[in-house]
């Protein structure tokens, strides 16, 4: 259980005015902190005042501490002035995710990686709430852990999307069961390199124990355990609230996806092929006839198969979620199919990865809106493939210069500023057959307040417009 006297918590955002909750709901002294002004607080305010704390807001400098503990939310970078100033005034400083977690005795699996994560998260939970067992999921989708602290603390298992955000500030975190899909370059803007990126995902297993289960691709495991070992390294420290032996590190288990044509080639402890999931020769699930049976999804198919394996659950139940899965929101979203054409909304797409990711998922001829504000500074590794699979590039928001000089040259790119002008470029040029393909690859903060209301604009666009023939 949390012992602070006195709390300090970055942030009235949700994950901030969860942690708030809970610290109060113990009997700590808990100050927010955040540096809007009262005017967009009000509603923060009185929540936080009805539980006993306060809150100061509009400033640039953090209140006078000592404090015991300060919580940061995710939005505050490592490199903050604020993060930095907390070090100076708290004896312990962590992330709202490693604070729900400390206080809860559910399992725990955690999810991290480039892309997928939050299908991964959805899909397990679904499926062991079918095996009859509890199960939330939270962190970087669904709930802010403390929250579920709060509200659901006898529970199974904890099911965790985390981030490299939340990961900047976690020390003890140790899941049971720890997994990372992919990785590729991402919020570049916010770290200082790909390496320190990487680095921070390898925090989710730097703490686990020799009991725990760390998965990871088959072809870089290597590079996850000396990740891991360096981390352990500079950042050991004891498991907050309670013990954990890490001095061995956890058991490995690889993963990997066979093409078409690696079929001789050796396996990880568990692989993918044409829509079944092997652990060495054995048939573990066979999910042809559902998404996760397609080789777009073949990642996380064969990964969450592992841990659910692993969980000693009849997997039967990850099948039979698979058959009953509903797409998540803004990603790979089927909005409409007119006149032979298909409007896909994959706003969910924040990074090179994700959009390369969607660009494949389709065989027939693809229009490729993209853009936003750029979490990296070059997209030319995306050449080959749009060579290979994009008709033509509508480019929007504040990245579009980069990516047109990155793409001019191997594929018709027009610059359309908004996404407005942009479907009105696609309905001049649209053939019966094509993929319209709304698959940003930026963040949305240049032009929305984030992913889902690009998303929606996007679908609301194409709604509101009426019917054309095609040529």
């Not at 969860?18 to 109060?24: D, F, G, I, K, Q």
């Not at 990785?183 to 390898?202: G, I, Q, T, V, W």
């Not at 997209?379 to 210069?401: F, H, P």
Request: glycine fraction near 8%; charge should be negative; charged fraction near 20%.
């Amino acid at each position: 259980m949390i012992s602070a006297r006195k709390s300090l918590i970055l942030g009235a955002g949700k994950s901030g005015m969860a942690a708030a909750r809970l610290l109060c709901h113990v009997g700590s002294d808990v100050i927010v902190a955040d540096q809007r002004p009262l005017p967009s607080l009000e509603k923060q305010r009185e929540q936080i005042e009805e539980w006993g704390g306060t809150i100061h807001f509009g400033h640039q400098q953090l209140p006078w501490g000592p404090f015991d503990l300060c919580v940061v939310s995710p939005g505050f970078s490592f490199q903050s002035d604020w993060v930095q100033a907390a070090y100076a005034l708290s004896a312990q400083v962590l992330s709202e995710l490693e604070l729900g977690w400390s206080c809860m005795k559910a399992r725990t699996l955690a999810i991290t990686g480039s892309n997928g994560k939050s299908t991964a998260v959805k899909w397990v939970t679904d499926a062991i709430q079918l095996a009859g067992q509890s199960s939330i999921a939270a962190g970087n989708y669904g709930r802010p852990v403390t929250d579920v602290c709060m509200d659901t603390p006898e529970l199974d298992w904890l099911v965790l999307e985390v981030s490299s955000f939340q990961l900047e500030t976690v020390h003890a975190f140790a899941p049971d069961i720890g997994m990372v899909l992919n990785l590729h370059p991402n919020h570049l803007d916010r770290h200082a390199s790909f390496k320190e990126y990487a680095d921070l995902k390898a925090r989710l297993f730097s703490q686990m124990g020799e009991l725990a289960i760390a998965i990871c691709p088959a072809n870089e495991t290597d590079l996850w355990r000396e990740r891991s070992a360096r981390q352990r390294a500079a950042w050991g420290a004891q498991r907050f609230g309670r013990s954990a032996d890490t001095t061995s590190g956890p058991r490995w288990l690889k993963f990997d996806v066979e093409s078409d044509t690696d079929s001789d080639t050796s396996h990880g402890d568990y692989h993918f092929s044409a829509g079944t999931v092997y652990k060495g020769a054995k048939t573990v699930a066979d999910f042809r006839g559902t998404p996760f049976g397609e080789a777009r999804l073949a990642t996380t198919t064969v990964a969450v198969t592992a841990a659910f394996d692993q969980m000693s659950l009849p997997v039967a139940h990850l099948v039979t979620a698979a058959q009953q899965f509903v797409p998540l929101p803004h990603r790979l979203e089927i909005v409409c199919e007119r006149n032979g054409v298909m409007y896909i909304n994959d706003s969910k797409s924040t990074n090179s990865g994700s959009m390369a990711h969607a660009v494949k998922s389709y065989s027939r001829p693809v229009r490729l809106i993209a853009g936003g504000l750029p979490k990296e500074s070059t997209y030319r590794n995306l050449k080959q493939l749009l060579t290979e699979r994009v008709e033509k590039v509508y480019l929007i928001g504040k990245s579009k210069e980069q990516m047109l000089a990155d793409w001019e040259t191997v594929v018709d790119c027009v610059s359309c500023d908004t996404l407005a002008t942009a479907i009105a470029q696609v309905d001049a040029d649209v053939k019966a057959g094509d993929v319209v393909l709304f698959s940003p690859g930026c963040a949305s903060f240049d032009q929305y307040r984030n992913y889902e209301e690009r998303g929606e604009h996007f679908k609301r666009l194409l709604n509101e417009r009426p019917g054309k023939e095609q040529k």
